[in-house]
């Protein structure tokens, strides 16, 4: 293990490319000509429907409405569930700004919880000190895929009397202890935005178990009319959150192939959690006891070693793994300080933000000599930690 690093010369470890993403073939282009062919474009569409159905299936629950992408997917729950402004809505201080923009942008304040340091995900103690008595709900995002503790968050919920909305946007798939993510609180949001593993470009979908919010939520969506239909009968003042057709006939072709791909996903995933695990100096996102399935969005882990972390990525880039840029953490983020909402002790999120690394999800699809030598990339970058 001692050549050269690429980075001087050296021969990458790794030098057949990794699967594509997104994979795509015939099937997609089918359902949108399919689509396209049939003149129905918009939300009284087939696929839609079908759609509808099939993603509320994969996710075991009894509800799925297709929403124009994952942020407008929040800001729907937020409304069904009453949640006002002035209200305090718990997020996790590492994830993707949405989280804590949406309930900002209806006038709530978004407060920041610090994650725990195995997990990533938001830590529950942590949850418990941050209650007030203007504290409404929990938004606990499953990071990278890994299913949040949802037994300890909603015993803790139940406790405060807390509303919980799941971002799953990293998460289709996904469960733990026999339930799937998205179905533990009264919404669960999913995004479909191109990077995600089940993609249409943009988009989103959200799942519930509720009648009453189910129905609440497909009259805001479509303009204040009864479900789906087209007329000019408004019952509230919705607006427009819809999904067209032609991003339902992209979806159902990925959802053909998900389920083969989430497999694999999870099999290369645990591989490379094995393999990283014996290398000293890097520590994986840990992978639950009562996990069901990983979403793997994205497989993390964090450089322990004392070695510059862009250097390690950019090294590790030129060995040949695709390495990709990380969230900074919520409260690094200025225009959250302009909101004022960033104060509190972050100290595991801003270890993410300065000492995370993130392989995206296409690297988990490759074959298991493939991911082995991912394991190698890493071990020998940092066997040439000297030299960084
Ligand atoms: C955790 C999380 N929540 C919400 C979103 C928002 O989804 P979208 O980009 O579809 O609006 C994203 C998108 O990356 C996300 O990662």
Redesign the pocket.
């Known amino acids: 293990m001692n050549q050269a690093l690429a980075v001087q010369s050296g021969k990458p470890m790794i030098t057949k490319e990794f699967p594509k993403w997104p994979i795509w073939n015939d099937e997609e282009i089918n359902r949108v000509e399919q689509a396209v062919r049939s003149g129905v474009w918009g939300v009284e569409g087939p696929l839609l429907t079908e759609y509808a159905n099939r993603f509320a299936d994969l996710q075991h629950a009894k509800y799925a409405l297709p929403v124009c992408?994952?942020?407008?997917?929040?800001d729907l729950a937020l409304e069904v569930l009453d949640l006002r402004a002035g209200d305090e809505v718990l997020v996790p201080d590492y994830?993707?700004m949405?989280?804590a923009v949406a309930p900002i942008r209806r006038g709530m304040k978004p407060v920041l919880v610090d994650v725990d340091r195995n997990t990533f995900n938001i830590d529950p103690e942590c949850i418990i000190n941050a209650i007030t008595n203007r504290t409404r709900a929990i938004i606990p995002?499953h990071?990278g895929g890994l299913p949040c503790d949802m037994e300890a968050i909603m015993t803790i919920a139940e406790r405060y009397g807390l509303l919980v909305i799941e971002?799953c946007?990293?998460a289709h798939g996904a469960h733990l202890n026999g339930q799937y993510v998205g179905n533990w609180g009264s919404v669960g949001?999913f995004?479909?935005?191109s990077?995600?593993t089940l993609c249409a470009g943009?988009?989103?979908t959200v799942v519930t178990n509720s009648t009453r919010l189910f129905t609440l939520m497909k009259s805001i969506y479509n303009a204040g009319r009864h479900g789906c239909e087209v007329d000019y009968n408004h019952y509230r003042c919705g607006t427009n959150y819809r999904m067209t057709e032609l991003q339902a006939g992209l979806l159902l072709a990925q959802l053909d192939r998900f389920e083969a791909l989430a497999e694999k996903r999870e099999r290369g995933g645990a591989l490379l959690n094995n393999l990283l695990s014996e290398i000293n100096g890097v520590r994986p996102q840990v992978r639950t006891a009562n996990l069901g399935r990983h979403g793997y969005?994205l497989f993390t882990f964090i450089l322990e070693d004392d070695i510059d972390r862009d250097s390690f990525k950019n090294t590790l880039r030129a060995e040949g793994v695709p390495v990709e840029d990380e969230y900074p953490a919520l409260h690094s983020l200025e225009c959250l300080k302009k909101k004022d909402v960033t104060r509190g002790h972050f100290p595991v999120s801003q270890m993410l933000e300065d000492r995370s690394v993130w392989i995206s999800h296409n690297a988990l699809l490759a074959n298991e000599d493939q991911i082995t030598l991912i394991a190698d990339a890493v071990r020998k970058v940092i066997n040439h930690k000297n030299v960084l």
């Not at 992408?69 to 929040?74: H, P, Q, R, T």
Request: net charge negative; proline share 0%; hydrophobic share 30%.
């Open positions: 992408n994952g942020s407008i997917a929040i994830t993707f949405a989280t995002v990071f971002d946007a990293h949001t995004s479909h935005q990077s995600k943009e988009g989103g969005y």
